[in-house]
């Protein structure tokens, strides 16, 4: 199988994992490319659940080699937690879990900087608090550390020296907080540095090493399009790339090697956090379809908001991913609803548009302009092909086909791994 990227198409929790741990078994390699432990991807495998928030989804298929790309900030505490417990649950990640020396970390005062600063502008953003945004304006203040400097004691000394005196003065100064002490802090870095040394590599020359010997590589992308820090709906993002862009520059892949594009849409809308949301439901109804889909989140466990399908930013995605095939998810949770809602247009101050806005304030005013469609009562867990769907639910699924131009080729009714259709 040639390499594939399997992303997110909405703002997230589109339930990527799954189908990531399907892929993953026609792969030899799974690799991360942005994003940190922001990311919670939930595989339910032998009625065992796993949520993944730094170690990719692939690590449950014994034999696949899991990279954790440079474009990964990677909380050093978070990682040994889930590699300890997967170890507790019986799943070694030794020899098969490769971090690249590139990727930046996320350090205690990221977490803190990221409260801080959601504190102060009265949660603007809705944030995980994971310490993402800090971690990667440093990276690109040129003032961040890497995994390469944690695993050498006398660089991270050294870097922490440097560094530590600006960052104290922000906490105090811009946000009345307790400084960092520096002796503590390096007895973290030392001790974390110590733990995963042996998992820390050179993962661009490896990455290119492997497909030069024929091996193929799945990208694992967090978060979603509409939630790029280019391309979503800024401000209210994430601080990296997960759009198909962002494969190159997380792992050292040349684009033209990325290869076929697997965009993950679910059947409806949910998004967690701040920011516009044309079809957002904020009636009892998106409660309900909450409840439904179990829309709580797998790393904060807040609410999600939920809403219906909304074919014009689905478009959009499609469009900026170069999508090739779609991974339908969550459409058993649709079971029940009397009728079914696709958002097909905009319209904006009496104009109709097909269009995805950049600007959020018109964006958080479009109207969207909805075809209803029949829905299907029928429970439709366990049906595992296509043709044995309910009559309404194939013609939902063709429908979203043709307007979003691009065929659908998984379509997963259930959470467990063998809860998919593949046509
Ligand atoms: P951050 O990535 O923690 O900085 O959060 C920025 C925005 O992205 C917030 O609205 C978060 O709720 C959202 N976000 C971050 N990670 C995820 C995710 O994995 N799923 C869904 N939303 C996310």
Known sequence: MPNVVVLGLQWGD??????IDYLASEVDIVARYQGGSNAGHTVVCDGQKFIFHLVPSGV?????????????????????????????????????LLVSDRAQVVLPYHKRLDAAQEKKSGGKIGTTLRGIGPAYSHKYLRIG???GDIIRPARAKALLKEQLPGINAVLKKIYGQKAVSEASLLKFLLSYGKKLKSFVTDTTYYLNEQTEAGKSILFEGAQATLLDIDFGTYPYVTSSNPSAGGVSTGTGIPPKLVGRV?????????RVGSGPFPTELKSAHGQQLREAGGEYGATTGRPRRCGWLDAVA???????????????????????QKSVKIAVAYSYRGKITDRFPADPDVLSKVKPIYEEMPGWSNEIRNVREFKALPASAKKYVRRVEKLIGVPIKFISVGEQREQLIVR
């Open 14 to 19: 589109e339930g990527k994992a799954r189908f």
């Open 262 to 270: 697997t965009g993950v849409l679910k059947a409806y809308t949910t």
């Open 60 to 96: 449950l298929r014994p034999g696949k080699v899991n990279v954790v790309g440079n474009g990964v900030v990677i909380d050093p505490e978070e990682l040994m937690k889930e590699i300890d417990e997967l170890k507790a649950r019986g799943v070694s990640v030794n020899d098969r």
């Open 314 to 336: 689905a478009r959009y995605s499609v469009m900026l991913n170069g999508v090739d095939e779609i991974a339908f998810s969550k459409l058993d949770v649709l079971s029940g």
């Open 145 to 147: 550390m890497r995994m």
